[in-house]
């Protein structure tokens, strides 16, 4: 039973530029939630997807943004990035109700220059 | 809001010995859930063990542990035996309903053979 599945592994972009990093969920689940992981610390909620909807969203402003398909996999945009947004991006996936924890892939590293 | 507090950043332990990790969290939710996640040097987060808020006993994964003092709004976590790969950074985290996933900082855990 494959888990989450996100890729690319790793990516470099520059300042300015536009990038999209893309989540597949584990099988039966429907809720994909993205955080946002700085170098030494822990992750930062940016927004959750259901129903292709986004459902809850963190301080985050709108240049990030998301979708999710029907399949339920998910897609994370980031517009004119900064050396700020440099980390680790993590998806992770849920049925609605995830009294029995989020599951992780293993992350999206970018880095800006 | 949620919020989860790790006051120790790194942590070390002897192979074969007892650590023990700490947290406080912060909650207006009555009903809401615990985790501790550990993420070695591969950045996934790993599920270790999970507490239901509404359950006074302490739960239990093999050499894992929590202690979970809800009046104080503590859950510290026990890793018995230490072994090698326990190394890896552990967060913290809560979850209730009307919130998403909300970590710690982290605690650098050191296995010193």
């Known amino acids: 039973d494959a888990g989450v599945t996100q890729s690319p592994t790793h990516l470099i972009k520059t300042r300015g530029q536009q990038v999209t990093l893309r989540c597949s969920p584990k099988?039966?689940?429907?809720?994909v939630s993205w955080y946002q992981q700085a170098l030494g610390q822990g992750p930062q909620f940016i927004f959750q997807?259901?129903?292709?909807?986004?459902?809850q969203r963190g301080n985050f402003p709108d240049r990030f943004s998301g979708h999710q398909f029907p399949n339920y996999s998910s897609e994370l945009n980031v517009n004119a990035l900064l050396l700020g947004d440099s980390a680790l991006y993590l998806c992770?996936?849920?049925?609605?109700?995830?009294?029995?924890?989020?599951?992780f892939g293993s992350g999206t590293r970018l880095t800006v220059v | 809001a949620q919020t989860v507090t790790q006051s120790q950043p790194e942590m070390s332990v002897q192979e074969a010995e007892t650590v023990t990790l700490s947290c406080t969290y912060d909650?207006?939710?009555?009903?809401?859930?615990l985790f501790w996640y550990k993420q070695p040097p591969s950045r996934q987060m790993i599920l270790v063990i999970r507490?239901?808020?509404?359950?006074?006993q302490n739960a239990t994964e093999n050499r894992f542990s929590v202690n979970f003092q809800k009046a104080a709004k503590s859950f510290s976590l026990k890793i018995s035996d230490s072994q090698l790969g326990d190394a890896a950074m552990y967060f913290c985290?809560?979850?209730?309903?009307?919130?998403?996933?909300?970590f710690g900082k982290g605690t650098r855990l050191s296995v010193i053979a």
């Open positions: 507490q239901e808020a509404y359950k006074q």
């Open positions: 985290a809560a979850y209730s309903g009307n919130t998403p996933l909300v």
């Open positions: 099988s039966g689940h429907d809720t």
């Open positions: 992770a996936s849920t049925p609605w109700t995830p009294n029995y924890g989020y599951t």
């Open positions: 909650t207006s939710e009555s009903d809401y859930y």
């Open positions: 997807y259901y129903e292709e909807e986004e459902r």
